[in-house]
């Protein structure tokens, strides 16, 4: 079979899963190869299966990168699924998450085009340090911290200047990133594979990780819960994102069913199980 990991033209940062993945692919006899989305020259018609990896230019580019989904499924079975890739698009998903009760870190979304005051919005929330971010986001994408409310003009500017273009989000700074950061695990067709600790990133930085053992009940609970409340119907692949809240307790800090890194060079069983799935989905159906 034909398959494509579909990546970009220009990577913000190597991917670590490609590698591994397309040897894992081809020494099952399938001819696997990168493609990046954005490349208007790809004939995703001669695939029989393209997987969403590292596109992670898309938040620059979200309504092309909308359109290229609507696009590309008609041409090749798309994976995640389109329904699913477009739920996760926006992450004002997580309210709706959080309607279904599952533990969310707070969040206020802002609406493109509108002028709201970081000071209010930090002093309504009980916030000293915020985090403001795009609503439709990868990786650090303009991604920044400040002190509230030492840091408020900062603050202030630079929302005002991204509202300007694009939806974004605040938050609270998690002062449990001091003491590990967020606990990313990693599903292959909803089955929990391995879970990875990582520190939350803002623009400029680089990434930390490492394995995190054992997993407790608590995360694969919660993981879980989240996995089933989420429209996840056909999902290949999912990392559920959790952080401690300063009272001990567990809260999402991301469902990402679009482009995650699923580490792959941190547990070779998990490879093998992606591509056991990838090869359910190209079997003839009875």
């Not at 929302?159 to 001091?178: E, I, K, N, W």
């Not at 809240?245 to 567990?250: F, I, K, P, Q």
């Not at 999402?252 to 990838?278: G, K, Q």
Request: hydrophobic fraction near 40%; charge should be negative; proline fraction near 7%.
């Amino acid at each position: 079979m034909r398959i494509a990991l579909v990546s970009c033209l220009n990577l913000p940062e190597p991917d670590i899963d490609e590698a591994p993945l397309l040897e894992a692919l081809r020494s099952a006899g399938h001819d696997a190869l990168s493609a990046p989305w954005d490349d208007d020259a790809i004939d995703w018609s001669s695939f029989d299966l393209a997987i969403v990896r590292a596109t992670w230019n898309y938040a620059q580019h979200p309504e092309r990168f909308a359109q290229w989904i609507d696009t590309t499924s008609t041409k090749a079975t798309l994976l995640n699924p389109p329904s699913v890739l477009r739920a996760n698009l926006h992450k004002s998903y997580l309210l709706n998450l959080e309607s279904q009760g599952i533990p969310i870190i707070p969040s206020v979304f802002l609406d493109q085009g509108s002028t709201p005051d970081i000071r209010a919005i930090a002093d309504e929330q009980g916030w000293t340090r915020v985090v403001i971010k795009p609503s439709i986001s990868a990786g650090s994408f303009a991604t920044r911290a400040f002190e509230i409310p030492s840091e408020s003009d900062d603050a202030q500017h630079f929302l005002s200047a991204m509202l300007a273009q694009r939806d974004m989000m605040v938050q609270p700074f998690m002062t449990s990133v001091s003491r590990g950061g967020e606990v990313c695990m990693v599903h292959i067709d909803n089955r929990f594979t391995h879970a990875i600790q990582k520190q939350p990133r803002f623009e400029g930085d680089d990434e930390s990780v490492a394995r995190f053992e054992p997993i407790g009940p608590e995360h694969l609970d919660l993981a879980q819960r989240v996995l089933s409340a989420a429209p996840t119907e056909g999902a290949l692949y999912a990392r559920v994102d959790l952080i401690e809240h300063d009272d001990g307790s567990l809260l999402l800090s991301e469902l990402e069913l679009l482009e995650p890194s699923l580490f792959f060079p941190y547990d070779d069983d998990a490879v093998n199980a992606m591509v056991r799935a990838i090869e359910r989905r190209l079997a003839p159906q009875p």
